[in-house]
């Protein structure tokens, strides 16, 4: 199965956060065997998306709301981060008519069941439940205020199947080297080696598909390689598009670190960048603001995910190991603050130089 080319940010909640009976329901539901787990969620959310797509009139929500959810086990506390697949539909197919003529959106969604959705939606706000996601979604690339919130030694990669080798490599394992995670250095000036897989706060293991999740590696047992960043847009164009559960790539850190990252870079990208941007990948104050906001509205004490999602089988394993993204934007908004424009400018050349062929695959035929 190919997966929606997409990246995610979501936000796990500590399960005390959420009122009864929600609290117990989402104990037991971090308890049970029957619940997707990670590796496996993608796939059961874009199986149960397509179902509905390509039926006929095609179902722009789901009839009731999403019951499961991503789980976390960290300090032996439980967090959940909850689809909310119903929300979510409703405000992308939002979007999409807002950015969409409306005789091609008709070609798409017959206009009854548009109408039948906005009637949806708006009997749910009305009814004052929330609009607030835990997840967001960018399709074809990852926004560089999503790397903002992050650390580099907060990374985690698993490299899995290579479509291109055609055969199943050990989960994360370097062109050298034993580890079940792959490591790789910031670019040169970025800081100091970013050390995968050691989770928010020094987590550490849990569930899976990644540090405090069902079933993934321990931290520190990487590897170091250090594949040219400049490469990657070449990579970008050569990669692998076969889906692997166990390719990933993903950053975790606590919400207090976040929200600390974002209120020390914005004051420094609204002076230097300005409030809106000139494309879709570049970064800017209004959309580093908006996150920030989002972000205020969860629990204190919530975990922040970066995930590659689907986009990770477009880039081959070279350009994976090589991709210090976060790394990248860090030393850019240091280089900013200090007023050093070559350096920045260097920084966000080869962010842009990453993520630019990547989105350009959305046109692509």
Known sequence: MVFPYAAYLRVYEPVTAFPEPARTLWTAYADSRRRPRRIHALEVEH???????????????????????????????IYVCPWQTRLRSWLAFERFREETPASVAAAFVPPDEAERAERAFAHWRDGGRTLRPHIRTSTWHVPIDWFVPFDPSERFLLLGRSAARGHLEEPGLASRGTGAAASTGPPSGAGPTATVGAGPGGAGPGEGGGPGEDGGPSEGEAPSVGDSPDECGEHARRGPTTASATRTLIYVTPMAEARRRIAAALPVVREHLGERAHEPVALAAGRLAALGSWLEEFHPRSLVELDYGGLVHLLDDAALRADESVGETAVALAGMARGEAELTAAMYRRLLARWRPVRARRTAN
Not at 50 to 55: T, V
Not at 62 to 67: I, N, V, W, Y
């Open 47 to 77: 199986r149960r998306a397509a179902r509905r797509l390509a039926g006929y009139p095609p179902e722009v929500a789901p009839r009731l709301e999403c019951r499961d959810a991503y789980v976390r086990r960290t300090g032996g506390m």
